[in-house]
């Protein structure tokens, strides 16, 4: 059939037409990120401007003696005025440039910082955290600034007020003062998106920081803030923890307010997500909990159980009851992932703790259908279709079901805690992508809602390269063998256990990774 030619052409002005609107939007979105990064490298300006004229005015600053010292003690000598809240600042705020420059890992500036800060010089006023500059994932919002995710439709959208989290370090002294990079959406153990890019790995560039909250572990693995706040929904605070050799704590889900902090997956719950802390030691840690865990957090969110910080608990000596296991069965552990486990059961051992075996099952059914269905069957557009409202609470039954027969074979062996592995050592920038099977080691944890912690214990050994030569996996499939790739040329790299305990037993996990630090630090110390 013949097409009359005004049909023709009025066929292709409205094709021409849909392409000018897209080419438009496209183009309007491209500046959106040109705007973004420029404001990016404007807030870098910004920061070695502010350091440049500090430096100018204090000359005989000691800065390296001020970025050595750990957490609890630098928050001491804030407390007693030993050392003055600039010196401190403007030393990280220095570090914090240099980091950025080499890993990419900061996206903005919180300039009112300094405002903060010459408020707290001039009032006195001191909680826990008095004058500790603390770094922000991107996802955590903070008034004034966006929280994108890494997604350009929520950029020039800033957030009208802080989180609870973020208003609770305020009043615990603590000065916010970056917004840390993530991979887009949150769902990933890498870090790169397309308004800011990739952030490295401050070891070796070539390795992921890990991820989500990959621009955290980057600035404080490079020594540029001594204390983050990021969120874990699958592993997204740990394995930034054990790729950059620090260590974070994944509290139980509801332990920590949420509320102001951004989801990758709006409304799903049957993984559990959870705010939590990252620095370079678990006191550092512990001093964190300590801080946010009071009054201010409870009355500011009321879902959040009233719980103190329990002093008993974390500095109890008493033996523990540990278990342990060495691989999931689902992702094969790296050489080097299996010989940590049996490096610090044998030191748990000789420290006077006992050890006892446990038996992990299913865990490619609780991945497969707790994990990735119940993350996406009501959040991505892609699965709801699939997914009727009776499956999604047949699939929370069956998580609290899990859950319920995971804690009774716990108590069967009457347990305290378990020690687990960590996947690593670092994998290649890229990786993570293509290896969304190996979250199983973390992600098991989320599923339960149980506190996890990471804790460096040693690092990737000539012996660790050979034996990485004969990795095979469970399953020898695409998988496996892109893994074994991405484990590779890791000599020196950190690797790290995971230190897990019930739920709501934050404290105990902390005593626990406490316990694993101070072994490894002993026994590393002697090599």
Not at 181 to 198: A, E, H, M, R, T
Not at 215 to 238: C, H, K, N, Q, Y
Request: glycine share 8%.
């Amino acid at each position: 059939m013949r097409v009359p030619l005004p049909a023709l052409l009025g066929g292709s002005a409205a094709a021409l037409l849909l392409l000018l609107l897209r080419w438009r939007r496209r183009r309007g979105l491209w500046r959106k990120v040109a705007e973004a990064q420029q404001r990016q490298e404007r807030s870098l300006v910004r920061m070695e401007t502010a350091v440049q004229r500090f430096r100018e005015q204090n000359p005989s600053v000691n800065v390296v003696s001020i970025l050595s010292l750990p957490l609890p003690e630098l928050s001491k000598k804030l407390r007693d005025g030993s050392l003055p809240l600039d010196h401190v600042f403007y030393s990280y705020v220095g570090k914090a440039i240099q980091i950025a420059t080499e890993t990419n890992c900061i996206t903005e500036y919180l300039q009112e910082s300094e405002n903060q800060l010459r408020k707290a010089k001039l009032t006195g006023k001191q909680g826990l955290l008095y004058g500790v500059p603390v770094s922000i994932k991107d996802s955590i919002d903070c008034q004034g600034h966006d929280s994108t995710m890494g997604f350009i439709k929520y950029l020039n959208k800033p957030a009208a007020e802080d989180s609870v989290v973020v208003q609770v370090l305020r009043r615990q002294g603590a000065i916010p003062f970056v917004k840390t990079n993530v991979p887009q959406s949150l769902i990933s153990y890498d870090c790169k998106n397309l308004i800011f890019g990739q952030t490295c790995n401050p070891l070796l560039y070539t390795r992921s920081p890990g991820g989500s909250s990959g621009g955290e572990g980057a600035l404080i693995g490079g020594g540029g803030s001594i204390l983050g706040i990021g969120t874990d929904v699958g592993g997204s605070l740990r394995f930034p923890a054990a790729f950059c050799g620090i260590c974070a704590l994944k509290p139980t889900g509801n332990r920590l307010s949420k509320r102001g902090v951004q989801s990758g997956v709006i409304g799903q719950k049957a993984v559990a997500a959870a705010v939590g802390p990252l620095a370079k030691d678990v006191e550092s840690l512990a001093l964190c909990m300590r801080a946010l865990l009071c009054e201010d957090m409870f009355s500011l969110d009321s879902t959040v159980p009233p719980l103190p910080f329990n002093e008993e608990v974390y500095s109890s000596t008493q033996p523990l009851r540990i278990g342990y296991y060495e691989t999931d069965f689902f992702t094969m552990p790296s050489p080097a992932m299996r010989r940590a486990v049996r490096e610090t059961k044998q030191l748990l051992e000789e420290a006077g703790h006992t050890l006892v075996p446990f038996e992990l099952t299913n865990v490619d059914y609780v991945i497969f259908n707790f994990c990735v269905r119940g993350m996406f069957s009501d959040g991505g557009t892609s699965f709801v279709k699939k997914f009727t409202v009776s499956e999604v609470w047949s699939l929370h039954h069956e998580i609290e079901d899990f859950c319920h027969q995971f804690i009774a074979q716990w108590k069967k062996l009457n347990l305290d805690v378990m020690l687990c592995p960590m996947l690593g050592p670092a994998l290649h920038i890229g990786y993570p992508g293509k290896l969304s099977v190996a979250v199983s080691y973390t992600m098991l944890y989320n599923a339960l809602d149980f506190p996890a912690g990471v804790v460096p214990v040693t690092t990737v050994t000539d012996e660790d390269e050979d034996e990485l030569k004969d990795y095979k996996g469970y399953y020898r499939d695409w998988w496996d063998r892109t893994l074994a790739k991405a484990f590779g040329g890791n000599v020196g790299m950190p690797v790290a256990v995971q230190c897990v305990a019930l739920p709501w037993q934050e404290e105990l996990c902390l005593r626990f990774m406490k316990e694993v630090e101070t072994l490894a630090l002993k026994k590393n110390s002697f090599v």
